[in-house]
């Protein structure tokens, strides 16, 4: 086995930090589900069982808060793949020189340091004199408050839309030319191209994105906790990660009930694990591993 | 498209339209960072240094100074970077380049991992770095947003490296090289766009990373741009032109990066980097 | 410079899953040999090679260089310097760093680098362009930085695994040359792995010939060329290859459908009758045959004719030239320039 040493030390680094910050934490979390883990109990916890998945499902707005992940998931996940295309398309049907710099700009959302990018949505959405939005519209609001919805929406897919819109442009790239000239000699008009020639190839990217974005909206709550924390008013936004966050990690709330907070994470993160098995499933995995052909180390 | 239609004047215009609110968000961070006032997009008042009061003035409203975020936040993007970089690449190299036992179920995990959504873990991570003793400190946060991007890294970094030529590496073992040798002196050198891609994007990342310091972090001395710029959300009066400023100044390297090198961060990101 | 020692090869195999790329392999190389490892690709030449170098380890069997078995040894403690198809230089080092590297990784004085470099350099014309990169200069001048690199840590054991495939014609001709004019003057034992039977028989003092990971003969070029072991070795030595006739040895003759050519002293049984095309000739009372192709090659012309339904290739000098569909007669020469192969492909005269 000393042979295999090398690789060993090569590997362990990487290997030690994923033990610990991988694998340690799903188990950890769905141990911590089945504790009474709280600010009280923090030195001296004990096991309660199913307690915690029993409250969870006696809690009276769990099914606002159901509703509202599906709500988040299922409208960002539209704007996100939806405008993802329609900038693939747009850009792809410009000149190189413009389509580039569209691109590009859909970038600076997601590189952007998010509490810069959410404060700029606040400020846009603040009431007159200060708000863009309500100068525009005549109305001063805060609305933030009066539209909290459409604002979370747009701000998340504004993020978003890049993802879809980098992978489909691949896509489309990849379309060999022949295809678009055979489409233009027999007499297709640009719409026709795109409906016949580009969206039927794009079937594949734009299952993936979608496969992809629903689990990491289903996860990701960052933008909500910067820009309503789930707010205005009682539970208005607030999505079950985020939910989860609150009950074991927010100090706003008085007790941090760890346990329960953990039981929701839990729920995510089997989620999480048997999707993203699913994911190498079909994934053509078999063909990314090719033997090394160097036996010494 | 290969082929333009001819009324791509119109397309673009739509683009333009759709694009707006991106550049007028800017514009109006911009605006209100260097103005006294701005009602909608129109400046209304002188240039106002007041805004940047945080430059000189060492704490607002009993915060710690901005050179501290500051200093921190560059030790934390650096760090993760770095750590990162090196970390993936070593990992990287021998699951591409060498045979050992369970070699593809190792890939096979970290390509699960590469798509399973890492901020489900945070309340147990939580617990753990309590039980670590690292709670509360730069180093904490560092490893775990190192730790929590591993696989992309290992995996962006494997796809360079499977391109190397074995001829090349065979050379430099015959030549002399151990493996540790051809590592650092062949094979790193040679995968350097690698290394630049993972670099930018951990930088990118890092630098503006909210949720990990959030949590994990309570003292001031050891906040990030993030956290210091966050603060400020949280008061009831909000200082347009003060928060414009301070994020103007947290986003002025994102914003450089941004106009200097449009499309390389395209590349970077169009090679399949997770959103 | 130190001369070369001489290598062994004992019971050598290699097994990769459940194909057995070399097959049980006993080989010697004598000190200051060149020998040629000759084959299709796919029949283990490169896997033996690789297993020399170190890269490969052995499913069984032993290397020795010299008195010292070597195959437990990593790459660096063996003494040897290769040469690979796509030179593989490190595209990020110039010329210079190229050829130091493997002195720089033994940790040799930084004057002596510069100095044993420059020499090697110089020896191979190369020395004026060392600091450019190699992207920056022509295949054949990576040609020689490769094997600068190879020969600069004066190695007892010289590995060239395909050096000449990726040069121009041209260029190739005069490389093997001069290869061979620096093997023998530093007196390295070299192996030289092609699958250019040409390039083999011009350069080495023995060829290995390999086939499906078995070695198939190992002898000198000339014999090779005039007693082949085998069928196998018969048709891949030789350009155009033999002529291989598959029917019967009747004892004073050979029998193929309606060919029937008299042999003295043949032998019996079923087989196969080997002749090269440059031992046909066309004339009078031959074999009756129809040309099917004639095919220039510049000094000679290549025809392809029909003899009693067995298709021979017969080489000519220019000025012989036949019609393409015309009636020859094809002449077979005397029995010493045959070749007698039995059913299994064997060898079988004559002596």
């Known amino acids: 086995m000393r042979r295999y040493l090398t690789p060993f030390l090569f590997l362990s680094p990487a290997t030690l930090l994923i033990l610990l910050f991988f694998f340690t934490p799903v188990v950890a979390t769905i141990l ?97 004199p200060m708000g863009l939005v309500s100068d525009l519209l005549g109305v001063s609001k805060n609305w933030l408050v009066a539209a909290p919805w459409t604002a ?35 007499g297709a008009t640009t719409w026709q191209t795109v409906r016949k020639v580009v969206l039927p190839l794009l079937a594949w990217p734009i299952l993936f994105v979608t496969a992809y ?85 | 498209m290969p082929l333009l239609p001819k009324n791509w004047p119109l397309w673009l215009l739509v683009l333009v339209l759709i694009t707006l609110p991106i550049g007028v968000g800017l514009l109006w961070l911009f605006l209100t960072a260097l103005f006294d006032q701005v009602h909608g997009l129109r400046p209304v008042g002188d240039f106002s240094p007041e805004n940047w009061r945080f430059f000189t003035e060492g704490s607002v409203g009993g915060r710690p100074s901005i050179w501290v975020a500051l200093k921190n936040s560059i030790l934390f993007a650096a760090a993760v970077a770095t750590l990162e970089v090196l970390i993936a690449s070593m990992a990287a190299y021998a699951i591409s380049r060498m045979k050992f036992p369970f070699r593809t179920p190792y890939l096979g995990m970290i390509l699960v991992l590469h798509a399973f959504p890492a901020v489900s873990l945070l309340i147990a991570i939580y617990y753990i770095l309590r039980v670590l003793g690292l709670f509360d400190t730069l180093i904490g946060v560092i490893l775990v947003k190192a730790s929590l991007e591993l696989p992309l890294g290992i995996w962006l970094m494997k796809g360079f490296f499977d391109q190397l030529s074995w001829d090349m590496e065979m050379a430099a073992l015959v030549d002399g090289a151990s493996r540790w040798t051809v590592f650092w002196k062949v094979a790193l050198p040679l995968v350097r ?13 890092a630098w503006g990373e909210f949720i990990l310091p959030f949590t994990f972090i309570v003292s001031g001395k050891s906040w990030t741009l993030a956290l210091y710029m966050q603060s400020f959300m949280r008061e009831a009066f909000v200082d347009y032109g003060l928060m414009a400023a301070v994020g103007l100044f947290y986003a002025a390297p994102v914003l450089l990066l941004f106009l200097l090198g449009q499309r390389y961060l395209l590349n970077i990101y169009s090679g399949g980097v997770k959103g | 410079m130190k001369r070369g020692i001489p290598v062994r090869l004992e019971g050598l195999s290699k097994r990769f899953g459940r194909v057995e790329a070399v097959k049980r392999l006993d080989l010697e190389i ?38 010292r078995r070597v195959d437990p040894l990593h790459p660096r403690d063996r003494d040897v310097g290769m040469v690979f198809q796509s030179y593989a230089l490190y595209p990020h080092l110039t010329l210079f760093e190229n050829i130091a590297f493997p002195l ?15 020499k090697t350099a110089d020896l191979l014309g ?26 600069v840590k004066e190695p007892q054991v010289l590995l060239l695994d395909e050096p000449l495939s990726n040069l121009d014609a041209q260029i190739r001709l005069s490389a093997r040359a001069e290869i061979r004019r620096l093997q023998q003057e530093l007196g390295v034992t070299a192996i030289l792995v092609t699958h250019d039977q ?68 043949a032998p019996t049984g079923k087989g196969w009758l080997g002749v090269r095309p440059e031992h046909l000739a066309l004339g009078e009372g031959g074999h009756p045959a129809r040309v099917l192709v004639v095919e220039p090659l510049g000094r000679e012309v290549l025809v392809v004719a029909e003899v009693a339904g067995v298709r021979l290739q017969v080489l000519l000098p220019e000025d012989r030239r036949p019609e393409p569909g015309g009636q020859v007669g094809v002449v077979f020469p005397e029995r010493a320039t045959l070749h007698f192969f039995d059913e299994t492909g064997r060898r079988i005269g004559p002596e």
């Open chain 2, 193 to 205: 766009p690698g290394i630049l891609a993972l670099g930018t994007f951990a930088l990118l990342s």
């Open chain 3, 126 to 151: 190369i020395g004026h362009i060392l600091e450019r990169k190699p992207a920056q200069v022509s295949g054949g001048q990576q040609q020689r930085a490769a094997l600068a690199r190879a020969l």
């Open chain 3, 198 to 265: 040409a390039e083999a028989l011009a350069m080495a003092d023995r060829v290995a010939v390999f086939s499906m990971g078995e070695l198939q003969q190992y002898d000198t070029p000339e014999v090779l060329y005039h007693r082949p072991k085998n069928t196998f070795v018969a048709g891949f030595v030789g350009s155009p290859p033999m002529n291989l006739i598959e029917g019967t040895f009747t004892g004073d003759g050979f029998r193929s459908g309606e060919l029937r050519i008299p042999i003295p002293g």
């Open chain 1, 152 to 186: 979370v929406i747009l701000a998340n897919g504004f993020v978003g839309a890049s993802f879809g819109m980098l992978i489909f442009t691949s896509a489309i790239r990849a379309i060999p030319r022949e295809l678009f000239y055979a489409a233009a000699v027999d």
């Open chain 3, 30 to 67: 004598g000190a200051g040999e060149l020998v040629a490892f000759l084959g299709p690709s796919g029949c283990g030449k490169t896997t033996t090679l690789l297993m020399i170098a170190g890269i490969y380890r052995p499913t069984t069997g032993a290397v020795y260089f010299g008195d």
């Open chain 3, 104 to 118: 720089r990784l033994k940790k040799v004085p930084d004057a002596e680098v510069r100095a044993r470099v420059q």
């Open chain 1, 213 to 297: 974005q629903t689990l990491s909206l289903l996860t990701s709550f960052e933008y909500i906790l910067l820009l309503t924390d789930g707010g205005p008013g009682f539970y208005t936004t607030e999505v079950w990660s985020l939910r989860a966050y609150h009950l074991a990690l927010s100090n706003y709330f008085g007790n941090v009930e760890f346990g329960l907070g953990a039981a929701m994470a839990a729920v995510l993160v089997v989620i999480g694990v048997v999707v993203s098995l699913f994911y190498l499933k079909i994934f053509n995995f078999k063909a990314l591993v090719s033997e090394p052909k160097i036996e010494v180390y």
């Open chain 1, 32 to 128: 911590l589900s089945f504790t009474d883990l709280s600010t009280t109990t923090f030195q001296n916890p004990s096991w309660v069982g199913l307690k915690n998945y029993q409250d969870l499902l006696a809690d009276p707005f769990l099914k606002k808060i159901f509703l509202n992940t599906a709500k988040y998931v299922a409208l960002t996940l539209a704007f996100n793949v939806g405008m993802g295309l329609l900038l693939a398309l747009l850009t792809s049907l410009v000149p190189e020189r413009y389509g580039d710099p569209f691109r590009a700009l859909w970038l600076l959302p997601r590189i952007l340091p998010p509490v810069v990018y959410v404060f700029i949505w606040q400020g846009l959405l603040a009431e007159a």
